[in-house]
């Protein structure tokens, strides 16, 4: 068995090529992985070998990163079947979509405006069951269905809702200090 | 525990053979050094038995320098050229320093790192830290008895770039070799969650004499998962003691202190802070050198509506952090209470209300973060036994960014991302043949590069000249284990490796460090020659133990041509090792490095396999 541990995250996790991963299974392999490979294990070797530590504890925190969170996991498994999310050609989106972006940032600006924190913490609960119920939009389109320039408009909008629970964060920790 | 069944790469090659490694806690206000001994982590303690050592450094006329207990003793007779709490200094510019009003110092500001003018000529913060990283080096050696193998510095978690630079540069300075730059409130984790085997998320809340941390972290199963971490590197006692010292002004009507009363009604500030944790006045009495007296009483009540503010301020990091985490108070198993500041009463209750229970104070507040360094120093130097397995993740504080156009910051590498950590960005040229760009790296949260802090300029050279629009550079921002940044630059087209000059905006250039080094030398009963020689012996041996024991396990990965390299490369470095020449030394050194430099990654690769086809055949495939 000759696995390029290079070539792609699922393989370096040893996981299946889904969107509907075992997420504990990931954080386990995660944390073997960098038990094996981490710096702290290489501190009183010789420079090379720190080095690699460095660099291989480094490509397993991306992979984890990348597969850890729906967003990202999407993302990544739809540029290994050759459609890249932000690319230019795909960045049409429906005009429903961008109707519904201008009136959540409307809402957003507007509970900022306001100071209203119970407002944009409510902003924020929708925003999470919107996420929710988007990714099991995303799990239907990537596993069952292959339909990944479907999938690529769903992680569009999921970008979007994440930038906006971002602003609010940042809204929130505005008013409190 | 899961982690055991992992063979460990890093194994001692020589398991019997102990080696000596330490971890420093240089504190604001106090530092400590700690080792493990017999399995068991211990503070060291001076000849007379003190384990604190004030971060206090004089500056005295006859070229001599005090650090503790001495320099603490003279700070009100001599405030100009006694330093205190140094460490706001670090890695900072003049500006960002507050309450410089109030300080005695003649500052030297020519807008990089502030520098101070005493009797023995102007000194860098990174000095004046390695004095104390010195005396504590010495200490560790005496108590030791043997060189040091290595040791872990401890800095605040919300320390950015520039101060962790400086810290490690002023060990360079002391003669002391660097493992691992661990972050406070992790030290104090591993502290508390290895004697108490916690399990869970816990937060450190650490309030020490000049900064505060706040940290929450998912212990499980020997694995310290670092969250989100925050703060306020500007924020700790030293501002109470301020608060109290403004009150003192205002309500005894002396006329406007001298540096040497200032510094001296500052001590009694700071006093009767720390009687009012057990106290409910303190009485406050001087004679100043201007002849007028003061004597008032501070009431423990007044002096908690006065600091009220400061422990408010505290909330807003552990607000901050507990939403990057994407917890709630509730979801917090214990609060780890941590640093001298947190004996304060009023900091006690605040914490106990935010998280609805009582924060666990069962620690010494003044040495865990030392013991938690002492551990992972012991590990770090391949000391550790077989079940004593755990893993740190740790992350960074502060957004990596770049400056763009307007005036606006580019986040490149976000905030709390596990470490090591590496983003790619990719540039071109907009000129023709344009051989050179220039990049503005900064840290911070806002959008606004004016509003971050400015960390380095980096100008790549040795594009290969193309069209405008036809160079293809891509630049690597990689953060190490010790939260440092480094920056490198390929053109893809090309496969050219740019080379890269780093200006540092708050830290010193490799010149001034070597000055510096030089300098220190001048008084010093070392000699540079020597440290260097003894550095390279160290890194020598290191390697040649390395490569034993590799070629032992896994000389079969290598070709017959390459084993011959290897063999040619190791007798020359054994050659090489008994003799004087330093540079020789090191030339052999790169020469076996290179020559090992395959060997290892496919024994890395190797190691990876095994633990992947080990537990997972049937999903691996392929
Ligand atoms: N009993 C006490 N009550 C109140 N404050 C105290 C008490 N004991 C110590 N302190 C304060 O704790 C601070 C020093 O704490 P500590 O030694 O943990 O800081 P440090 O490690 O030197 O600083 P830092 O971690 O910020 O670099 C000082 O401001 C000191 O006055
Ligand atoms: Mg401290």
């Not at chain 1, 407002?119 to 596993?143: C, K, N, P, S, Y």
């Not at chain 2, 000095?127 to 030791?144: M, N, Q, T, Y």
């Not at chain 2, 400061?310 to 979801?331: I, N, S, W």
Request: charged share 25%; with cysteine.
């Amino acid at each position: 068995m000759d696995v390029d541990l290079r070539r792609d995250f699922f393989s370096l996790f040893g996981l299946p090529r889904v969107f509907a991963i075992d997420t504990e299974a990931l954080e386990l392999a995660y944390r073997d992985l960098q038990s094996l490979v981490h710096p702290d294990r290489y501190a009183h070797l010789p420079e090379t070998e720190r080095r690699l530590s460095m660099q291989w504890a480094t490509h397993v925190n991306e992979g984890y990163r990348t597969l850890r969170k729906p967003l990202a996991r999407g993302r990544y498994l739809l540029s290994l079947n050759g459609v890249e999310v932000d690319s230019e050609s795909n960045t049409a989106m429906s005009p429903d979509f961008l109707m519904e972006q201008m009136e959540w940032r409307e809402a957003v600006e507007e509970a900022r405006t306001a100071e209203d924190a119970a407002e944009l913490e409510r902003l924020h609960h929708r925003l999470r069951q919107l996420a929710g119920e988007m990714v099991e939009t995303l799990r239907g389109q990537i596993d069952a269905h292959h339909d990944y320039h479907g999938a690529a408009e769903s992680v569009r909008r999921l970008m979007f809702i994440e930038k906006l629970q971002h602003d609010i964060d940042d809204a929130l920790l505005g008013l409190e200090s | 525990m899961a982690l055991l069944q992992i063979s460990e790469p890093g194994l001692s090659p020589e398991p019997h053979k102990q080696r000596l490694a330490v971890g420093i806690d240089l504190g604001t206000t106090n530092s400590l050094v700690a080792t493990v001994r017999n399995g068991i982590a211990v503070v060291l303690s001076d000849e007379q038995g003190h384990p604190l050592l004030p971060s206090v450094v004089r500056y005295r006329g006859d070229a001599r320098v005090e650090v503790g207990f001495a320099a603490q003793a003279a700070q009100a007779r001599d405030a100009r050229n006694t330093v205190v709490s140094v460490k706001r200094f670090m890695g900072r510019g003049l500006k960002d320093v507050a309450h410089v009003e109030s300080m005695p110092y003649d500052f030297v500001d020519d807008g990089g790192m502030v520098r101070l003018r005493t009797v023995a000529g102007v000194k860098s913060p990174v000095e004046i830290s390695a004095e104390i990283l010195r005396v504590l080096g010495e200490r560790a050696r005496a108590s030791l008895g043997g060189e040091l193998t290595g040791s872990v510095i401890t800095v605040p978690a919300y320390f950015d770039d520039a101060q962790r630079q400086a810290t490690k540069d002023a060990a360079r300075l002391a003669g002391i070799n660097v493992l691992r730059l661990l972050n406070e409130p992790t030290a104090a984790a591993i502290a508390y969650g290895l004697d108490n085997a916690a399990e869970g998320v816990y937060a450190v809340y650490d309030l020490g004499g000049g900064t505060f941390d706040f940290s929450v972290l998912k212990l499980t199963r020997g694995v310290f998962e670092v969250m989100a971490t925050s703060g306020d590197a500007v924020l700790g006692g030293d501002d109470f003691d301020q608060r109290i010292f403004c009150w003192i002004l205002d309500n005894a009507h002396v006329s406007p202190p001298s540096a040497e009363d200032a510094r001296l009604l500052l001590l009694k500030a700071r006093q009767a802070k720390e009687y009012l944790s057990g106290e409910p006045e303190a009485h406050i009495g001087a004679r100043l050198a201007s002849g007028e007296e003061v004597d008032l009483v501070l009431a423990a009540e007044t002096f908690t509506h006065l600091t009220h503010p400061l422990v408010a301020k505290t909330l807003v990091p552990v607000r901050k952090a507990l939403r990057d985490a994407g917890l709630r108070p509730e979801d917090v198993k214990g609060v780890v209470m941590v640093g001298g500041a947190t004996r304060m009463p009023q900091v006690q209750r605040a914490v106990a209300e935010y998280f609805h229970q009582e924060p666990l104070t069962n620690l010494d507040p003044d040495k865990v973060v030392a013991l938690g360094a002492a551990i992972q120093a012991n590990a770090l130097a391949g000391n550790r036994a077989a079940d004593e397995d755990w893993l740190l993740l740790d992350v960074i504080p502060l957004s990596l960014g770049l400056e763009t156009m307007g005036g606006l910051a580019e986040k490149v590498i976000p905030r709390n991302s596990t470490i090591p950590v590496a983003r790619a960005q990719e540039f071109t040229t907009y000129k023709d043949g344009q051989t050179a760009m220039s990049f503005h790296v900064v840290q911070g949260e806002r959008e606004l590069v004016s509003e971050c802090r400015s960390l380095a300029r980096f100008d790549l050279r040795g594009i290969p000249p193309m069209t405008a629009g036809a160079a293809r550079i891509r630049v690597t921002f990689q953060v190490d284990a010790d939260g440092l940044l480094s920056v490198s630059a390929r053109e893809l087209a090309t496969g050219v490796e740019a080379s890269i000059a780093v200006k540092p905006s708050y830290g010193l250039g490799d010149e001034e460090i070597a000055r510096m080094l030089q300098d220190s030398f001048a008084h010093a009963s070392d000699d540079m020659h020597a440290r260097v020689l003894r550095e390279h012996r160290v890194e020598a041996q290191r390697l040649l133990d390395a490569t034993d024991v590799a070629l032992r396990e896994d000389g079969q990965l290598l070709s017959t041509q390459e084993r011959v390299a290897v063999d040619a490369a190791l007798v020359q470095l054994r050659s090489r090792m008994a003799g004087e020449d330093h540079r020789a030394l090191r030339q052999a050194v790169d020469s076996l490095n290179a020559a090992t430099m395959e060997l290892a990654a496919r024994r890395m690769d190797q190691s990876i396999r095994q633990a992947l086809s080990g537990r997972r055949v049937d999903t691996v495939g392929i």
